[in-house]
C-alpha cells in the first residue's frame, strides 16, 4: 500500500506534523479494525450523505475515508480539521 500525501488533505498532514509512517500505521490499522479485529483506532461510520464512509479522527483531524476491505483499497476522500471537513 502506498501513501499520496499530496491528495485528500496532504497539506494538514504536514502542517501538523503527522508523518508518512503515522499516517500508514492509521491506514492499516483501520484496515484491521474493518475485518474485524480490536485496534485502538478512533472509527465512526458515517450517516447520512456520508453513508458508506468512516470517519477516522487523529488528534484534531478528521479523515473521511471508503475501504473495500475484499479489494484491499482505501480511498481517503478528505483530511481537514473538525470544523471544515463536513462542510
Do not use: P
Amino acid at each position: 500500500m502506498e501513501s499520496n500525501t499530496e491528495q485528500a488533505g496532504g497539506e494538514v498532514q504536514h502542517r501538523e506534523g503527522i508523518s508518512d509512517e503515522r499516517m500508514m500505521s492509521l491506514l492499516q490499522r483501520f484496515i484491521s479494525y474493518c475485518s474485524g479485529k480490536r485496534e485502538n483506532v478512533d472509527v465512526k461510520k458515517m450517516r447520512g450523505k456520508w453513508e458508506g464512509y468512516h470517519r477516522v479522527r487523529i488528534g484534531k483531524i478528521r479523515i473521511i475515508l471508503k475501504a473495500d476491505v475484499e479489494a484491499r483499497t482505501i480511498v481517503v476522500d478528505r483530511m481537514d480539521f473538525r470544523g471544515g471537513i463536513y462542510k
